[in-house]
């Protein structure tokens, strides 16, 4: 996989490298910038600084009127963007911003499913039935959001809910490892859900699930894999959304090519 990642750097690099060379030589002629640089440029700054945070929706009609052009230089201005990495196009979704450092994301996911797993076990002797309340009112607050769904909400929602569970672990290792976790997390995406957003119901589901595991008293290791197991899911989910991204991109690649071919 890092050899893969390695190749569509080096290819993004080369295209980049082409990309750039190109509008010099526009910029140049022109003596400034041409709309389409510059709706790239705008872009991709809000990128850089988080404004547009991974699996942010670019809704071209917006940014045009944004940038007071029309919609052409900002499709053209997407398409440089996707072929850097920084954005992906999905079918019957449209333009969003990518996820950053997806190997990183992996290792990250499967190593806070682990060691939160762990400190929810051991936090569970302590949990009271306080807590059990304010789980489940966040997890009702969680439900409600499904209907007008913001993954960044979702998300924030999500980290509260998990750290009622697992604060109370005993092991302060383990827990330093679960907080260094979801630091992470932070700094490689704004919310997982914003790719995946079916996944959503199923993890509020899952969340009720483990909360019936605490309540009746459950071994510690049958809730450590719950716990991990509703990680892993995610993870799951990310990754089959990723295959078909890349199956689609194959297809789309394919069909320039016969649409060529056919000129």
Known sequence: ??????????????????????????????????????????????????????????VLGQIAKDLDVSVVPVREAIRLLEAEGLVTFERNVGAQ????????????MQTLGLVEGAATALSAPDITQDDIRRAREINAQMIESLDNFQPHRFTELNLA????LYERCTNPHILDLVHRGWNRMNVLRDSTFSFVPGRARESVREHEELLQLIESGA???????????????????????????QADQLRRHQADHQSKDDQ
């Open 97 to 108: 911003v990518a996820m950053i450092e997806p190997t990183e994301y992996v290792y990250t």
């Open 161 to 164: 809910f998990h750290s009622v």
């Open 1 to 58: 996989m890092a050899e893969r990642i390695a190749e569509r750097s080096s290819a993004g690099e080369a295209r980049t490298a082409n990309t750039s060379t190109a509008n010099t030589s526009t910029a140049s002629a022109s003596g400034t910038l041409s709309k389409s640089q510059r709706a790239y440029q705008w872009i991709k700054a809000r990128i850089s600084n988080g404004s547009y945070s991974p699996g942010y929706r670019l």
């Open 219 to 245: 071994g510690a290791l049958e809730i450590e894999l719950s716990a991990r197991a509703h990680r892993t899911a995610t993870l799951d989910a990310f990754l089959a959304y990723q295959a078909e991204h």
